[in-house]
């Protein structure tokens, strides 16, 4: 029941490794992987094989954490949904109702998922057996290098699975996923680059693997009890919440909404009429559509983020001043992962529930639609966002370092709330030409991901393959797109060095930021005219 007679199993693989979308992925992720190696190939006419060369070692490096970041990002975005989406199909109550084991309906979904993302991975080996003869690394640390990736798909998969059991839409169980894998990711990656030899090989084939499946044991086992024992249920298999009653039974965090700050994204609950001339789509979305599945996705989202907050602002802003910027860093990541879950689906909800047609025939303008679902979605994410905002203020008053650096700091929050509204625009625009929650989610995503990580990546690659210098201009314009380009070419003295001498430590590219400030404008305004027009053209149409 749980391998060769497993309909759960059987009928997920069928439906998403016979898609063209399957092909299509695979197709591109060996090109893209492809391509990274073609660049990256060592351009020595003559390799000395009888030593270990520094570029095959950088090669081969590269081609893994390249490899180990890409599957981090997918592995939540196929496994986040497994339970979510039978809710959100309202086949949640007839996969309860089966006769299958609750562990077995859990182990199909699971290896279906991750299926998928397992092949990617092991088709990268021809790749890799390319990069062998060059030398600088030995066939141990591949090995070790493949299990500890392989380790690490299946763990962020059931972490995936167990978010889905949790919530009913996959955009809450999403955005939490990658929270709780972000940690995780940053300290594999650093134990990667720090770590090296025997004690490497040995923690990546012993001690992570153990962990892990401990780890991924626990997971399933509670995804499975709660299909066991599931919760009360409604009409269309929507589970009821209490709030009242969540709130006596929450741990941790305890969200108030008649008290501040949680007043401020948390609304209370009506107790009169909507006031002539409101906006009845902002009215609804902000005491309906947050809220209406309780605030377990928002507790979570909180506690996480200070969590990875504190240690961060101890680190970056009373220890490492001269890496503050880092710190902003994490806070642009945040709003990115949890921005878009607000936005990516006002659109999509309505054509998922057969309402955007009669929402369009009302007597309200495409203005009035746009601005309720948008002003509702921005404020609960910027609310969440400036949370993390309140440490960097803290940290550059109390530490009289910042004090000649006041405009560079100005810039860092300036850089933080134009980032959160491009985030915004963007998943608003993909909501409204996607036709799924989940696919405008993940779209929102491709599209930032590109924006964001895309330029200072590739800067960093050219300067790793040594095919660019710090001064080519042609590579380092496209940062204008990303605001960590613009984080980066903020100025900032010598006060934040803990020895220096007043000299400059970064003199900065103040031309890169207010060109980021330009390029971002530009985003609102083809976004917003996107957004227009795909609205009225639809107008148009169910008129």
């Given at each position: 029941?749980?391998?060769r ?20 992925l695979l197709?591109?992720y060996q090109l893209m992987l492809?391509?990274?190696v073609l ?7 003559r390799?000395d ?11 081969v ?6 490899q180990?970041v890409?599957?981090?990002?997918i ?15 309202q086949t949640?109550?007839?996969l ?7 562990g077995?309906?859990v ?9 998928h ?5 092991i088709?990268?080996l021809?790749?890799i057996?390319?990069?062998?003869p060059?030398g600088g690394?030995?066939?141990y640390e591949v ?9 690490s ?17 996959t ?8 929270l ?8 594999a990656?650093t134990?990667?680059m720090?770590?090296s ?12 693997p ?12 509670n ?11 409604g ?5 009821v919440?209490?709030?009242?009653r ?7 965090l ?8 949680d007043?401020l994204f948390?609304p209370?609950k ?9 906006n009845?789509v ?12 309780g605030t377990?996705?928002l507790r979570?989202?909180?506690q ?10 101890g ?6 001043y001269d890496?503050?910027?880092w710190f ?9 992962l949890?921005g878009?879950v607000?936005?990516?689906?006002s ?6 529930r057969?309402?955007l047609d ?5 007597t309200?303008?495409?203005w ?15 609310v969440?966002?400036?949370f993390?905002l ?10 009289d370092v910042?004090?000649t650096?006041?405009m560079?700091v ?5 850089i933080?709330v134009m ?13 409204l ?11 929102t995503y491709v ?6 990580v ?5 800067v ?7 095919t ?6 042609p590579?380092?314009?496209?940062g ?9 070419a ?7 060095m803990?020895?220096?001498e ?14 980021y400030?330009g390029f971002?404008a530009?985003v609102?305004?083809?976004?917003s005219?996107a ?5 009225n ?7």
């Amino acid at each position: 029941m749980y391998l060769r007679n497993n309909p759960v199993l059987q009928r997920e693989l069928l439906v998403n490794l016979r898609t063209n979308k399957s092909f299509l992925l695979l197709a591109g992720y060996q090109l893209m992987l492809s391509l990274v190696v073609l660049a990256a190939w060592p351009a020595d006419r003559r390799l000395d094989l009888t030593s270990n060369p520094e570029s095959a070692s950088r090669l081969v490096n590269l081609f893994f954490l390249g490899q180990y970041v890409i599957a981090s990002l997918i592995a939540p975005s196929f496994s986040a949904g497994a339970v979510s989406g039978e809710k959100e199909r309202q086949t949640y109550e007839m996969l309860l109702a089966s006769p299958m084991r609750p562990g077995a309906i859990v182990f199909g979904k699971m290896v279906a998922s991750l299926l998928h993302l397992g092949l990617l991975v092991i088709a990268s080996l021809p790749i890799i057996a390319l990069c062998l003869p060059l030398g600088g690394v030995s066939l141990y640390e591949v090995i070790a290098a493949y299990v500890g990736l392989l380790i690490s798909v299946v763990l962020y998969g059931a972490i995936g699975v167990f978010c889905s059991s949790y919530f009913t839409r996959t955009s809450s169980s999403i955005v939490v996923s990658y929270l709780a894998i972000l940690p995780l990711v940053l300290a594999a990656i650093t134990f990667w680059m720090l770590a090296s030899g025997e004690f490497r090989l040995k923690v990546s084939l012993l001690v992570i693997p153990a962990f892990a499946i401990a780890a991924i044991g626990l997971m399933c086992a509670n995804a499975a009890a709660r299909m066991l024992y599931p919760p009360d249920f409604g009409s269309e298999g929507k589970e009821v919440i209490d709030l009242e009653r969540e709130a006596e039974e929450a741990v941790g965090l305890v969200i108030q909404p008649d008290q501040f700050p949680d007043c401020l994204f948390a609304p209370p609950k009506k107790q009169e009429l909507m006031a002539d001339g409101t906006n009845p789509v902002y009215d609804k979305e902000l005491h309906s559509e947050i809220f209406s599945q309780g605030t377990l996705m928002l507790r979570l989202v909180i506690q996480i983020s200070m969590l990875l907050a504190i240690p961060l602002m101890g680190l970056f802003l009373f220890f490492q001043y001269d890496r503050s910027p880092w710190f902003v860093v994490y806070v642009i990541v945040f709003n990115l992962l949890v921005g878009p879950v607000f936005l990516a689906g006002s659109m999509t909800s309505e054509r998922e529930r057969q309402t955007l047609d009669l929402l369009l025939t009302t007597t309200l303008t495409p203005w009035q639609i746009l601005s309720g679902k948008f002003i509702v979605g921005f404020r609960i994410s910027f609310v969440l966002t400036s949370f993390l905002l309140w440490p960097l203020l803290l940290g550059t008053l109390m530490n009289d370092v910042f004090y000649t650096n006041w405009m560079s700091v100005l810039g860092m929050f300036a850089i933080v709330v134009m980032a959160s509204l491009v985030n915004a625009f963007v998943a608003l625009t993909c909501s409204l030409f996607c036709r799924r929650t989940s696919v405008s989610l993940i779209a929102t995503y491709v599209v930032l991901l590109t924006l964001y990580v895309g330029p200072p990546a590739l800067v960093t690659f050219s300067e790793l393959v040594r095919t660019v210098t710090a001064t080519d201009t042609p590579v380092h314009v496209l940062g204008i797109a990303s605001p960590f380009s613009a984080l980066f070419a903020l100025p900032l003295d010598g006060n934040l060095m803990r020895f220096g001498e007043g000299e400059w430590l970064n003199p900065g590219n103040l031309t890169t930021v207010y060109a980021y400030f330009g390029f971002s404008a530009a985003v609102l305004a083809a976004t917003s005219l996107a957004m227009w027009t795909r609205l009225n053209a639809r107008r148009g149409l169910s008129e």
